[in-house]
Every structure is written in C-alpha cells, then in structure tokens.
C-alpha cells in the first residue's frame, strides 16, 4: 500500500479550517454570476494564478476580497455543503470548521443567512454522508473587543448549534490579551474556545492563549518552539496544536515543508494535528497536508496513524464517539499491515 492509499483510507478528523477558505475558484466563479458581484479573474487559471502570498497579511487581503461573493443564505450553504462532501471523501469522519461572521455581517449580509445557510448544509451532509460536524464562530483579531462581545451577543438565538469560538486574522500587534473579557464570557456560556496564536505572532502569544484566554486548543501554536518550558508544558497538557503545514508553506511562515516543526513537537509528545486551514487557497486538502508531511518529513506509518488518533483526542466530540473512531483507525491498520 502507498502513502496516499494509507492516508486515503485513514479516519479522521479535521480541526482547523475556515469555511470561507474553502471556495475553489469554480465555485468562486459561479458565486461571483449568480450574485453579479464584480470580480478581477474571468477564469480559474487566472484565479489560482493569484494565490500567490507574501505573508498572512497579504492573504488575508484577497481573501476578505474574496468573501464579497458570498450573499445569500444559499452561497453559505453550497460553500460549507462542497466543503463537507470534498472532506468526507478524504475519510474525514469529523469537521470543525471556523466561520469569520463579521466579515459578512460587515457588508450587510443578514446573520440569519449566515448562520441558518451554513447550519443547514452542516445537517444536510451529516444526513447523506454520516459525516459531523462542528461551527466555531472566530473573531476577527484586527477589530476591537467590544465589537467581538456584539458579535456573541448577536449569535444567542443559535447559541444551541454552535461548538465554540476563536480568535483569526491578523496576528501581530493584535496579542490574544485584547479578548480576554470575550473569551472569559464565551466560557462562562459553556462554549469550547480556540485560538488562533504564534502562526506569525511570538511565543508569548502562545503563552497568553493559554494562561489568558485559557483555551482548549492552539489553532498553529508554532512559535512555541522558540520557548522550551512551553513546549514542555503543552507535552504535559496536552493542549492540542491545530497546525497547517502546507498553509504556513505558503505564507512563508515556514520556508518549507521539511523545516516544519510537526515532527519535532510530535515527537517531544504534544497532541499535535494535521489541517488544512483554507484549502482552495493553500494547494490542498487535509489529505494533501498528510502527505507533504510524510514525504518532507520522513513519517512512518505509526506517526500518520498517531497524527490521526491526535485528531479525534483534540477534537470537541463524546467519549462514545472519540473511541468509534479510534477503533476505525486501529481497524485500517490492520488492514493496511495485512495488505
Ligand atoms: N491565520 C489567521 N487567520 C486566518 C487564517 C490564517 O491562516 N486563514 C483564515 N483566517
Ligand atoms: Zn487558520
């Protein structure tokens, strides 16, 4: 069996991607017609073309550019709906998926489109597929706090359908501190809590995300490299890193695959995952990222299946169903061993 057999036949689960990240540029194309949104690319080709970036900033610029092609409920839907079907086909047993809602709510899109298109895709192809899936609303870090507390006030009426909140956006000069009061309320209302912290930001924004924000998981967490009682202390806790190899390849936070720190942490124990973060944009799906980690980095098969287990501990799931999973994939191992 070939590494991309192992890994097409591998259950699990995907943490760290933002739904608006995911619009590959046929899709962008006919969003772009079905809303007569004026956009600078007439063709895919012309589209990838200009996925080319500098840094995070540079990115996220096209990127909110992009977002303008997105109107009505049903551009929501189809996004997550394309999503969902495109990550089940990964084996992807389980999606958590970020949705940046003030960059709709923003430019007057009703949060009722927002939310009730992308909740009702999320029903629709845990229906058809068996796929699940969870909504984690981040807020935008370049915004003020008191804007993100409107944000989750807003969101009570589907406070029962959503999984949690983050933190996304432009990292530097913007540290996790400035949303404590945010993230201190999304916890006393039970809501799991993530953030983005150290993709470009510095080891002490780690820190912060963790001792500050008290959070669940670290979306990247890179630069906890840079501080060694950090990284012994995640290995301890086993705080879950949502790393994005082939995304921080393409932001020049790594200057390749074979310098990614994924190994090194896995290695020193940390609960360290494998994700896409915006696939359409980056070159892959979470499939893809499993690969150039094995190929740049020399994973055994025993570490892909670790990544893997990884995914389903870090993940916001019952123990009923974490342990399904992880049965599925010592399943595949063994048939893959057999093989
Ligand atoms: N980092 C921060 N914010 C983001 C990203 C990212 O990689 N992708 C989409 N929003
Ligand atoms: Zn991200």
Not at 71 to 90: C, K, S
Not at 171 to 193: D, N, Q, T
Not at 202 to 223: C, I, K, T
Not at 268 to 293: E, H, I, K
């Amino acid at each position: 069996m070939t590494p991309e057999q192992f890994v097409a036949g591998l259950p699990k689960a995907e943490l760290h991607m933002h739904l608006e990240g995911s619009i590959e540029p046929d899709l962008f194309i006919r969003l772009a017609r079905r809303n007569g949104v004026e956009i600078r690319w007439k063709t895919e080709e012309e589209l990838r073309a200009a996925y080319s970036f500098e840094d995070l900033q540079d990115f996220l610029d096209l990127y909110y550019d992009g977002c303008r092609v997105l109107v009505t409920a049903q551009d929501f839907h189809d996004i997550t709906r394309e999503y969902l079907a495109r990550a089940h086909a990964d084996r992807v047993l389980h999606a958590e998926m970020f949705l940046g809602v003030q960059g709709h709510t923003t430019r007057g899109v009703p949060l009722a489109a927002v939310m009730d298109g992308v909740l009702g895709a999320m029903a629709e192809a845990e229906a058809a597929d068996g796929i699940s899936a969870g909504l984690i609303v981040v807020a935008q870090r370049h915004r003020t706090e008191a804007e993100a507390l409107e944000l989750l006030e807003s969101l009570e009426p589907w406070y029962g359908r959503i999984l949690g909140f983050g933190l996304g956006g432009a990292e530097v000069g913007h540290p996790p501190s400035k949303f404590s009061e945010f993230f201190r309320r999304c916890r006393a209302l039970g809501f799991k809590v993530v953030a983005h912290a150290g993709e470009e930001g510095p080891a002490g924004y780690v820190r912060e995300a963790l001792e500050v924000l008290q959070v669940q998981r670290l979306d990247h967490g890179n630069a906890c490299m840079d501080d060694a009682a950090l990284v012994a202390e995640l290995a301890r806790s086993r705080i879950p890193l949502t790393m994005c190899p082939l995304s921080n390849l393409r932001l020049n936070v790594v200057p390749s695959v074979a310098a990614h720190p994924l190994k090194r942490l896995l290695d020193a124990g940390l609960c360290v995952t494998v994700n896409s973060d915006d696939p359409s944009y980056f070159g892959g799906y979470v499939n893809d990222n499993y690969l150039a980690c094995q190929a740049a980095l020399g994973l055994e098969r025993a570490e892909l299946v670790a990544l893997a287990r990884n995914s389903f501990e870090a993940a916001f799931i019952t123990d009923e169903r974490r342990a399904e999973a992880l049965q599925a994939i010592d399943r595949w191992a063994r048939q893959a061993e057999a093989a």
